[in-house]
């Protein structure tokens, strides 16, 4: 089990870091305006864009709103974002035709691709211009939980993103198997959804600990009122 989480741990560590991709010819993710509708295929003004969630919809889409002006300006078509409510969500939904931008996560990448997703890479998302993309995993737990490090994730509700996320999920687990804790067995798993989710779940106390991508601990979450009050440690997804 070690050895299965490390290999798939490498191949996400060699993948586009959050990258978005284009689906390949296929049938619009349009299906649901009205011109589609009316010609029974897509509409050639429209592409229509989603992302794995990190966060709840509506903070998602305001986020992502200067990419999606970019795109439209590009493109010369009107972008629309479809919120999803998990990572499966988009895959399906780009897989089978109805979503035609998406930005994933290097797990999400492979696990879409080997689900017959047909993308071509175009793009990475960097913090500033010209640096190197990626982002890390971060345990999070309270100060009042007695957790001191991941080794003290046994036996404890831990909160993670989704089993298709890198750093909510795959790093998490091999690093926990690294810490000598079978995430399948040794703790009880709780899936939030969300990065956002993750954070204040612990935040919370309806998890002892969990995982989320760096930003949102470090940024996101404090940028926008929510108390910082978890502690954080980096559990080794790539940077």
Do not use: W
Not at 21 to 42: D, E, F, P, V, W
Not at 59 to 77: I, N, V, W
Not at 151 to 158: F, S
Request: charged share 20%.
């Amino acid at each position: 089990m070690s050895s299965s989480y490390r290999r798939l741990a490498g191949r996400a560590g060699m993948a586009v870091l959050a990258a978005l991709l284009l689906a390949a010819c296929g049938q619009s993710a349009s299906s649901n305006s009205t011109s589609s509708a009316a010609s029974g295929g897509r509409n050639p003004d429209e592409l229509v864009m989603a992302a794995v969630p990190s966060e709840n919809a509506q903070s998602l889409e305001k986020d992502y709103q200067p990419l999606l002006g970019m795109l439209q300006k590009e493109t010369g078509k009107k972008i629309r974002f479809q919120s999803a409510t998990s990572y499966s969500a988009v895959i399906e939904a780009q897989r089978t035709g109805k979503v035609d931008i998406v930005q994933y996560g290097p797990f999400s990448l492979i696990t879409a691709q080997n689900s017959g997703v047909k993308v071509t890479p175009i793009a990475a998302q960097t913090v500033t211009k010209g640096a190197t993309p990626g982002y890390r995993s971060y345990g999070i737990t309270r100060p009042d939980t007695g957790i001191k490090s991941l080794a003290d994730y046994k036996g404890k509700k831990i909160c993670f993103v989704d089993p298709t996320s890198t750093s909510g999920f795959l790093y998490p687990s091999a690093a926990l198997i690294d810490a000598g804790i079978d995430p399948t067995k040794d703790v009880t798993p709780v899936m939030a959804g969300g990065h956002d989710a993750s954070v204040l779940a612990v935040l919370n106390g309806q998890c002892d600990a969990g995982f989320a991508e760096d930003s949102m601990v470090d940024v996101t979450l404090p940028g926008k009122g929510s108390s910082n009050r978890a502690r954080s440690m980096s559990c080794g997804s790539p940077r």
